[in-house]
Each structure stands twice: as structure tokens, then as C-alpha cells.
């Protein structure tokens, strides 16, 4: 176990290195000046000295190798630079919306392998029945519906069911509430793109559920176990699921790094202020050094993520660790 | 297709199709044995037929601004009602399917030739180029299909080019990652050492002897993509960072008027959404049975 860790790590390095240069020359490929065309975009008259503080802001002045290397180092030691748009550290504006785009993400995953691991199960022990037909269009229908579309409808399922019932259109609250300041209230403003995103999730998580476990069904030890008698839910609850949830850690884990790219519409319609409306602020006012920034950090998630999961992959199951 | 392609296509179950029966009795062979492949199928070809006949169909223009009739609740005039503009969301609706179905489809064909020609050259060059070239599609596989698009568009701004440029970048990795592990198979087949041995250039070996053998994951990956790839398209004009106005777009019919207008008029958001679910849904089923059709490994993928 300690051999395959540090081999994982040192694979994830390169494709760490990787990213951070492709992003670096991506935003290289913009035409023009980054500093001109930010202050153009605002249709004012550019003083040429503020370009040029800007330019030197950014330390677009300095040769190539070097600002890769401070874009680097600044990862490394969490100290990004400022914003292009409002000045601040950009450290400091991620920091403000990690955590609401987190529990967002988390309530997510939560609520996709809640309502994905049953429904797998079930559709796969009624294989080609009705319920299986039923399970498998709900899924592939989560997967055909854009999370920002679901978002507009449960509001709009809100305000009409909260008019009818209570005689008050009820809209989930907008202002952040932590969670360890009043749950209740944080839970109130967030389940809801959570169910948004998390939709899409479960029906990743379904219909891999689902296959996974119909090829464990079909193995030698689960003929035995039905051959000696035992009863079908303990056949598919003790043998067969435990076995059958390889895979399916592996899409949930790949599916919650994706997650931050859900959340960068799902954030939009419930007016959330999390990374993935950063993210899409930052585009719109052609913020390039924290665009560079959220990428990066997103990069790191996913490649992060893929570690740990792999790492559970090897514990729950010894033959990926020796091969 | 060459007469060598089919063969490593067709399967026992196309096999007993191609005998001397009418095209249409083998269709409905085809879509008894997969109804959900056959009905995605449908709704692909209505949209394709919406797309091309979208003059036809509608009376209404899909970009006249009418003050006079805005929020207009269906009607038989206007089928799905009108928007905040007093344009005919139908209209709208039907013409958003050309430009769904040319982002979508010149997305993914674009970028799984472009895909299928560096799967196979990594798979048949090996060593330290396949080495290398499979860090570099690691690299962008890091990046969520979302991420990455608004990353290109924010470099070279909105419109319908850009947006197609947006999504065919992240699919190339995704389909070369596929193609390659095929076409690793296909190398160690006798064949292509034989046509080393006759002397044949690289590109010869990799277009004409390895390149028809890798059409099934190539077809596949198409299909599955356009359904994505349409999703991405109404993801970034929804964002309004994609397709722009006026040109009719069903994401940017969500953006702006949609939710404020949501309660009065429920019919601006609910239409141009099930478009994109149908759509969508349609291709992904319709993609589902081409793969399980053409290879029934894949099916876990």
C-alpha cells in the first residue's frame, strides 16, 4: 500500500506540471494585451501609464520562465496575486466561496448516491421489467437535462406549490448562511442546487450501479451462494453489492471533481456566490489572472480527488495494488 | 466504407440483416430488437427534419421583435406562446435546432477525426511518443468539458465558430484516449507487420490498414458526443458565453427574461429546457444503441 501511495503520487506530478502549463499558454494565446484589452473593455479612454502599472502589477514585463515560475510558486505557497477586476488577493476571493461551492458539491453527492445506489440495485434485480425501463429513462433523462433548466424549474415548482399551499410564494433564501451558524437556514438555501446538480449525478451513479452489479450477478460465487440456498436479499446485499461498489466509488469520485464544472451553472440560476459564478464573472470581465487561477484550482481538485479514489480503490480491493 | 471495415463491423446480429429483405423490414427488425435505440433515433431525425424544413414549418420569423404581442400565452397563432420580446417561441424553438445540430454535430465530427488520427498514431508509433502523448491527454482530461470550453471562449470570445472550436478541444483527448486502446490491439495483429514488411509508409499503414479497423469506436464516440456536446453548446449561450443573440439558440432562451418571467409566464422556460432534455435524451439513446450494436464491450463505458 505504501509503495503504490507514493507511486500515485509521483504520477500525479507530471500531469499537475502538466495543466499548469497548458493553462499558462492558454491565456498566452489571448490576441493582444491582456492589460489593453481588460481597461478597453471597460469603453473608457486608457491612460497609458495605467496600463503599464497593470502590466507591471502582473509582471507581464518579465520573461516567460519566470512568470510561469511565480504562477507556480504561487499555487505552492497559496498566494496567487490579485484580481485583474476588483484588485483584491485573489486567495481572498476564493477563499470567501470555497465553502459554500464545497457543501454545495458534497449535499450533491450526497443526494446522487442516496437516490443512485437503490435505484441501480433494483433496476439491475428487475432486469427488462417495467422498473427497469422506468429507472433506466430516469436516468438517461438526467443526464439529457441541463442542471441550469432543472434549477429554473424547481424554483419555478417553489413558487407555485408555495403559492397553492401557503398562499405565499416562497423563494429559498440568498443570503449565505453557514452552516454552523443555523443549519436549517443554510440547508433551506442549498438543498435545492444541490438537487439540481445532484440529479445528473445519480443517473451517472445509477446506471453504473446498475451494470456493475448485473456482471457480479452473473459471476461463479454468486451461483454457489444461490446453489447452497440462500435467500436473494442476502445474496445481493452481503455478496454482491459489496463487490459491485468498485466501480461505482470510481464514478463517484470522478463525477464530484466534475461537479465544480455543474456548479458553475447550477450557481448562476439559484444566484449563489460560490466559485463557479467566480468563475463565470471572471470570464465576463475578461479577469485573466484569476480565469488562470480557478482552472488551475479546479485541475488540482480533480487530480486530487482521482488520488484519493484510487487510493480506496486499492484498499477495498488488494489486486490493484500488486498488479 | 471498404468491403475489410464492414467486416470487423457487422456482427451476428447485422449479419442476419443483410440478406435480401427491404430496407425498411430491416429497420424494424433492428428497432424491435432495440426500441429505446429506435425511438432516440426518431426524435434525432425530427430534429434534423425540424433543422432543415425550419422555413417550412414555422410562419412566424424567430428574430422579429413584436412589443405588441410579448408573453403572449400559447395560442394557435403561436404554438408555445411568445417570449419577452414578443418572438414566437416555436419559431425559436425550431430554428434553435439548426444551430444545436451544427455546434453538435461539426463539434463532434471534427474532433473525433481528430481524435481517431492521434489515437492510432500514438497506438502504432508506441514507445516514448504514446508515452508522451498519453500525458498530454491526461493533462486535458484534468479539466471538467465546461471548464475547459469557457476557458477557450474567454481567450477567443462568444459567437457560433468559437463555441464549436470551445467543444471540439475537449473531445479530442477523450476520443483519442478511445481510439488508442483499440488500435493498441490492432497492431499486434499479424497484417500490419506485414505491411511494414512490404515497405509501406507510416501514413500508409496508419490510414489505410489500421484506421477502417478502429471505425466502430469511432462511430461510437461521434453518436455519444453530439448529445454532450449540444448540452455544452446551451450550457455556454445560457451563460451568455456562447451562441449570441439574436441568433436563436435554445440555452439563450433560457438566459436573462426566462427566470424573472418564470411565474407569469411559465411557457418562456419550460419549452426551449424540454427541447434541450429530447434532444439530448434523443441522442444519447439513439448513441447507446449504435455502441451496443456495434460493440457490445464498450457497453460499461
Request: aromatic share 10%.
Amino acid at each position: 500500500m505504501y509503495k503504490y501511495t507514493i507511486k500515485r503520487i509521483l504520477l500525479m506530478v507530471p500531469t499537475l506540471i502538466g495543466a499548469a502549463i497548458l493553462i499558462f499558454c492558454l491565456m498566452r494565446l489571448i490576441p493582444g494585451d491582456i492589460c489593453e484589452l481588460r481597461m478597453a473593455g471597460e469603453g473608457a479612454w486608457v491612460d497609458q501609464s495605467a496600463i503599464d502599472t497593470c502590466r507591471e502589477n502582473l509582471g507581464l514585463n518579465d520573461s516567460f520562465m519566470e512568470q510561469f515560475g511565480a504562477f507556480v510558486w504561487g499555487f505552492v505557497i497559496f498566494d496567487l496575486g490579485p484580481s485583474m477586476w476588483t484588485g483584491n488577493p485573489i486567495t481572498h476571493e476564493i477563499g470567501l466561496r470555497f465553502q459554500l461551492s464545497v457543501e454545495v458539491a458534497i449535499l450533491a453527492t450526497i443526494t446522487g448516491v442516496v437516490i443512485a445506489i437503490p435505484l441501480g440495485t433494483i433496476s439491475a434485480i428487475k432486469q427488462n421489467t417495467w422498473i427497469d425501463y422506468v429507472v433506466r429513462s430516469f436516468s438517461i433523462a438526467g443526464i439529457a437535462m441541463p442542471s441550469f433548466w432543472l434549477g429554473i424549474i424547481i424554483i419555478l415548482g417553489l413558487l407555485i406549490t408555495t403559492q397553492h399551499w401557503f398562499g405565499d410564494p416562497w423563494m429559498p433564501p440568498i443570503e449565505y448562511t453557514p452552516i454552523w451558524v443555523d443549519p436549517g437556514q443554510n440547508l433551506l438555501q442549498l438543498i435545492w442546487p444541490a438537487m439540481a446538480t445532484g440529479y445528473r449525478y445519480s443517473a451517472v451513479a445509477t446506471r453504473m450501479t446498475r451494470s456493475a452489479l448485473l456482471e457480479v450477478l452473473r459471476e461463479d460465487y454468486i451461483r454457489t451462494a444461490r446453489a447452497k440456498g440462500l435467500i436473494e436479499k442476502l445474496i445481493i446485499n452481503r455478496h454482491a453489492l459489496k463487490n459491485s461498489m468498485l466501480p461505482v466509488v470510481t464514478i463517484i469520485g470522478i463525477e464530484f471533481a466534475f461537479l465544480m464544472g455543474g456548479l458553475v451553472v447550477t450557481e448562476q440560476v439559484f444566484n449563489l456566490n460560490g466559485l463557479g459564478k467566480l468563475f463565470v464573472e471572471s470570464v465576463l470581465n475578461h479577469d485573466f489572472a484569476l480565469t488562470q487561477a480557478l482552472v488551475m484550482l479546479v485541475a488540482l481538485i480533480f487530480v486530487i480527488t482521482n488520488f484519493i479514489v484510487d487510493l480506496i480503490y486499492a484498499m477495498l480491493d488488494p489486486r490493484i495494488r500488486y498488479s | 466504407m471498404s468491403a475489410s471495415t464492414e467486416a470487423s463491423l457487422v456482427d451476428t446480429e447485422l449479419e442476419e440483416l443483410s440478406d435480401q429483405r427491404s430496407l425498411t423490414e430491416k429497420c424494424k427488425t433492428l428497432a424491435r430488437k432495440n426500441p429505446l435505440g429506435a425511438f432516440g433515433f426518431a426524435i434525432a431525425a425530427l430534429m434534423v427534419f425540424a433543422a432543415v424544413f425550419a422555413e417550412v414549418i414555422t410562419w412566424h420569423d424567430p428574430v422579429d421583435i413584436a412589443f405588441e404581442h410579448m408573453l403572449v400565452p400559447p395560442s394557435l397563432n403561436f404554438l408555445l406562446g411568445t417570449d419577452q420580446l414578443g418572438r414566437d417561441i416555436f419559431a425559436r424553438i425550431v430554428y434553435g435546432a439548426r444551430t444545436a445540430l451544427l455546434v453538435g454535430i461539426t463539434a463532434s465530427v471534427i474532433g473525433a477525426f481528430i481524435g481517431l488520427v492521434l489515437g492510432v498514431a500514438s497506438a502504432y508509433f508506441g514507445g516514448t511518443f504514446d508515452l508522451l502523448f498519453q500525458r498530454v491527454m491526461d493533462v486535458f482530461m484534468a479539466f471538467p468539458l465546461i471548464i475547459l470550453a469557457l476557458a477557450i471562449v474567454s481567450i477567443f470570445g462568444g459567437g457560433i465558430d468559437k463555441v464549436i472550436i470551445a467543444i471540439t478541444v475537449p473531445f479530442i483527448p477523450r476520443c483519442a484516449r478511445v481510439v488508442r486502446s483499440n488500435a493498441l490491439a490492432i497492431r499486434e495483429i499479424p497484417y500490419v507487420d506485414a505491411a511494414r514488411a512490404m515497405g509501406f509508409s507510416h501514413s500508409r499503414i496508419i490510414l489505410r490498414h489500421m484506421v477502417p479497423n478502429v471505425m466502430a469506436p469511432f462511430l461510437i464516440m461521434i453518436t455519444a458526443f453530439v448529445g454532450q456536446a449540444i448540452l455544452t453548446e446551451a450550457s455556454l449561450s445560457y451563460l451568455g458565453m456562447g451562441v449570441q443573440e439574436p441568433t436563436p439558440a435554445w440555452g439563450l432562451m433560457l438566459q436573462g427574461g426566462a427566470e424573472e418571467y418564470a411565474e407569469s409566464a411559465p411557457w418562456v422556460p419550460i419549452f426551449p429546457g424540454l427541447a434541450i432534455t429530447l434532444a439530448v435524451f434523443g441522442f444519447n439513446l439513439f448513441g447507446d444503441a449504435v455502441r451496443d450494436t456495434l460493440d457490445p464491450r464498450l457497453r460499461s463505458q
